[in-house]
């Protein structure tokens, strides 16, 4: 019988789509950046159907690609345009199986989306960490696979860190049920890191035992404006001493994104009464302290005095506070219409976050005299998204002709600081090429030798992450 019908069999018909039109919105990437075509778009219900339809694709070797929200931005959820391969959906896999106050954990499934756990475990009185501007369309077993990061990393860490227990089926079809929901156990290797992360190419993660936190109930966010950014990493340690660790979030703020922001965002005004180069929006976050406003308030008072802050706004409505979010969350967005940017997602050492910046600006202009530099993230990560804007007479193609050249240099520089060329949104297709000429031997080599162990038909995603 034909792969497809024996799907069928197992999963129904109505979870098999094949046609083209119903599979569009699932081998078309969130930037439209990556297309492909699928042979079918399969959407189980139950890990036992997913390690059913994974034996039928073994047994075929008919490669597979997990898809979760399709949100990565690196096409990794993609396939490619030969047409071969099965999209395998988790979106209809979406129940939460447990919450447990006392342990402090819920146990979901994979096709969870990530404001559903936010939600679930905030009606719980706990507070789930995980929070991307993608959190209502990408799913948990999604940002598992990608290790994504998100505004409160500094504090709560990233997925990885808020992993117990998973559960996977393997490229085989048989299902690891390794859904533990301990903090400690120190049995030999730590099998689920190694999926985490893995961007679906060493098996399909169907289930996860994932850490709740005490919810934060007080929170107070400033816009502080600083005279360079290395006044940034300075205020971002003073406000961690003052604060006792209650910073949970610090975003860096250029005035080139506001002014995107101001211009390209309907009804929205610059909140900084002065014009300042640099910002930083930090939070504070506590589940027992009610006086956060007078904390900020001497943080700041402290940064005036040491001449790391310039100005500061400390709004005392909840309604403002979230207007300064939403001036964050609004800059990837107020890009596009300024023209064409060469996107970089890159890490390096917290402390060398300003050297990153003069560096990497002094080496795009090089190239590109005029450019724009356009660069806002998770400082307090060592994370920058530093997008490169063409000059505003440019011709958009021509300026994106450079992207090779200008992202070369950019990722010399973070690698030879020890940094990263992909600090949250994964390898995917996007930089597969990247991955084997900055990774080492050694480690291309190991990583290779894993993936053979685990997929040696490499049916599962293929061409993704590791080529
Ligand atoms: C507006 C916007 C803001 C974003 N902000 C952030 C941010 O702040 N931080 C950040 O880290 N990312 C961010 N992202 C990127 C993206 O949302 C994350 O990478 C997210 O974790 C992807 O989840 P997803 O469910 O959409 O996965 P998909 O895009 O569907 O898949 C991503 C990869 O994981 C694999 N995969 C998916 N589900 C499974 C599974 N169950 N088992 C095995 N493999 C699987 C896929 O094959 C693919 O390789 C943002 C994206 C957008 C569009």
Same mark, same amino acid.
């Given at each position: 019988?034909?792969?497809?019908?024996?799907?069928?069999?197992?999963?129904? +018909?109505?979870?098999?789509?094949?046609?083209?039109?119903?599979?569009?919105?699932?081998? #078309?990437?969130?930037?439209?950046?990556?297309?492909?075509?699928?042979?079918?778009?399969?959407?189980?219900?139950?890990?036992?159907?997913?390690?059913?339809?994974? /034996?039928?694709?073994?047994? =075929?070797?008919?490669?597979?690609? +997990?898809?979760?929200?399709?949100?990565?931005?690196?096409?990794?959820?993609?396939?490619?345009?030969?047409?071969?391969?099965?999209?395998?959906?988790?979106? $209809?896999?979406?129940?939460? $199986?447990?919450? *447990?106050?006392?342990?402090?954990?819920?146990?979901?499934?994979?096709?969870?989306?990530?404001?559903?756990?936010?939600?679930?475990? &905030?009606?719980?009185? %706990?507070?789930?960490? &995980?929070?991307?501007?993608?959190?209502?369309?990408?799913?948990?077993?999604?940002?598992?696979?990608?290790?994504?990061?998100? #505004?409160?990393? &500094?504090?709560?860490?990233?997925?990885?860190?808020?992993?117990?227990?998973?559960?996977?089926?393997?490229?085989?079809? @048989?299902?690891?049920?390794?859904?533990?929901?301990?903090?400690?156990?120190?049995?030999?290797?730590?099998? /689920?890191?190694?999926?985490?992360?893995?961007?679906?190419?060493?098996?399909?993660?169907?289930?996860?035992?994932?850490?709740?936190?005490?919810?934060?109930?007080?929170?107070?966010?400033?816009?502080?404006?600083?005279? =360079?950014?290395?006044?940034?990493?300075?205020? &971002?340690?003073?406000?961690?001493?003052?604060?006792?660790?209650?910073?949970?979030?610090?975003?860096?703020?250029?005035?080139?994104?506001?002014?995107?922001?101001?211009?390209?965002?309907?009804?929205?005004?610059?909140?900084?009464?002065?014009?300042?180069?640099?910002?930083?929006?930090?939070?504070?976050?506590?589940?027992?302290?009610?006086?956060? /406003?007078?904390?900020?308030?001497?943080?700041?008072?402290?940064?005036?005095?040491?001449?790391?802050?310039?100005?500061?706004?400390?709004?005392?409505?909840?309604?403002?506070?979230?207007?300064?979010?939403?001036? $964050?969350?609004?800059?990837?967005?107020?890009?596009? +219409?300024?023209?064409? =940017?060469?996107?970089?997602?890159?890490?390096?050492?917290?402390?060398? %976050?300003? *050297? %990153?910046?003069?560096?990497?600006?002094?080496?795009?202009?090089?190239?590109?005299?005029?450019?724009?530099?356009?660069?806002?993230?998770?400082?307090?990560?060592?994370?920058?998204?530093?997008?490169?804007?063409?000059?505003?007479?440019?011709? @958009?193609?021509?300026?994106?002709?450079?992207?090779?050249?200008?992202?070369?240099?950019?990722?010399?520089?973070?690698?030879?600081? $020890?940094?990263?060329?992909?600090?949250?949104?994964?390898?995917?297709?996007?930089?597969?090429? *990247?991955?084997?000429?900055?990774?080492?031997?050694?480690?291309?080599?190991?990583?290779?030798?894993?993936?053979?162990?685990? *997929?040696?038909?490499?049916?599962?995603?293929?061409?993704?992450?590791?080529?």
């Amino acid at each position: 019988m034909d792969v497809i019908a024996q799907i069928s069999e197992i999963v129904g +018909p109505n979870a098999v789509l094949i046609d083209e039109a119903d599979m569009q919105g699932f081998v #078309v990437e969130w930037r439209d950046k990556f297309f492909g075509k699928a042979r079918a778009v399969v959407q189980p219900k139950t890990t036992e159907e997913v390690a059913e339809v994974v /034996k039928i694709c073994a047994a =075929s070797k008919t490669p597979l690609v +997990p898809q979760g929200g399709n949100t990565s931005l690196v096409g990794g959820s993609i396939p490619f345009t030969g047409g071969d391969e099965i999209i395998l959906s988790l979106s $209809r896999m979406n129940t939460i $199986r447990d919450v *447990d106050p006392l342990n402090g954990t819920m146990t979901v499934d994979a096709g969870c989306i990530l404001a559903n756990l936010q939600q679930a475990a &905030l009606e719980k009185g %706990f507070h789930f960490p &995980l929070r991307i501007g993608s959190e209502g369309s990408c799913q948990i077993g999604g940002n598992i696979s990608t290790n994504a990061g998100g #505004v409160q990393v &500094l504090h709560y860490g990233n997925a990885r860190e808020q992993v117990l227990g998973l559960e996977v089926v393997l490229p085989d079809g @048989r299902i690891w049920d390794g859904l533990t929901s301990l903090r400690k156990d120190n049995t030999g290797y730590d099998l /689920k890191q190694l999926f985490i992360g893995a961007e679906g190419t060493l098996g399909i993660v169907t289930g996860a035992v994932v850490k709740m936190y005490p919810e934060p109930k007080y929170t107070q966010i400033a816009l502080v404006a600083i005279p =360079s950014v290395e006044a940034a990493v300075e205020f &971002l340690s003073l406000a961690r001493q003052m604060s006792g660790d209650q910073v949970t979030a610090i975003e860096l703020i250029s005035r080139y994104c506001i002014d995107m922001v101001v211009r390209h965002v309907p009804n929205f005004t610059d909140p900084m009464p002065t014009r300042y180069d640099w910002h930083l929006l930090v939070e504070l976050s506590s589940s027992s302290t009610p006086t956060l /406003k007078e904390l900020m308030e001497n943080i700041l008072a402290e940064g005036l005095e040491k001449g790391i802050v310039l100005d500061a706004i400390v709004p005392a409505s909840e309604a403002q506070q979230q207007r300064l979010w939403n001036l $964050r969350e609004e800059i990837s967005g107020a890009q596009k +219409p300024e023209g064409g =940017s060469i996107k970089h997602d890159i890490s390096v050492p917290v402390s060398r %976050f300003a *050297d %990153f910046i003069r560096e990497a600006d002094n080496a795009v202009a090089k190239i590109v005299p005029d450019f724009r530099s356009v660069a806002f993230g998770h400082i307090g990560d060592g994370n920058v998204h530093y997008n490169p804007m063409q000059p505003a007479d440019m011709d @958009r193609e021509k300026y994106l002709s450079h992207w090779e050249e200008i992202s070369r240099v950019v990722h010399d520089i973070a690698v030879n600081m $020890r940094g990263s060329i992909s600090a949250e949104h994964g390898i995917g297709r996007l930089k597969a090429d *990247d991955l084997v000429h900055y990774k080492s031997e050694v480690e291309i080599e190991l990583m290779r030798k894993i993936k053979k162990a685990f *997929d040696p038909d490499g049916i599962m995603n293929p061409g993704k992450l590791l080529k």
